[in-house]
């Protein structure tokens, strides 16, 4: 007995550092967002910090409310993207775990 709970303790740290690395390694990820057909891109890391925004020349022609929506647009495409890397990679490590359906991670 005293050996199955010794393994149990192991699996359950090696987990908790696995959990550590893959939530650095999301934060770190880079996902691009875009508008207006690549006019507008955002690159967000998976801590939603946005770290470089590109307009296409051609869009500083337009109105100022054009360019704020395709920024928007570009924003909320990016957020979208940085969620569905997250949930991937998250599902991904608790693919193994056998935990009850709708149990959600992290904890």
Known sequence: MKGSITDLMKQAQQMQADMQQAQEDLAKA???GESGAGLVTVVMTGRHDVKRVTID???LNEEKSVLED????AVNDAV???????RDAMSGLAAGLNLPAG???PF
Not at 80 to 86: I, K, L
């Open 30 to 32: 880079e996902v691009t």
């Open 57 to 59: 020349p051609s869009v």
């Open 70 to 73: 395709l920024l928007a647009a």
């Open 80 to 86: 979208r993207r940085v969620e569905a890397h997250n």
């Open 103 to 105: 149990f959600k991670m």
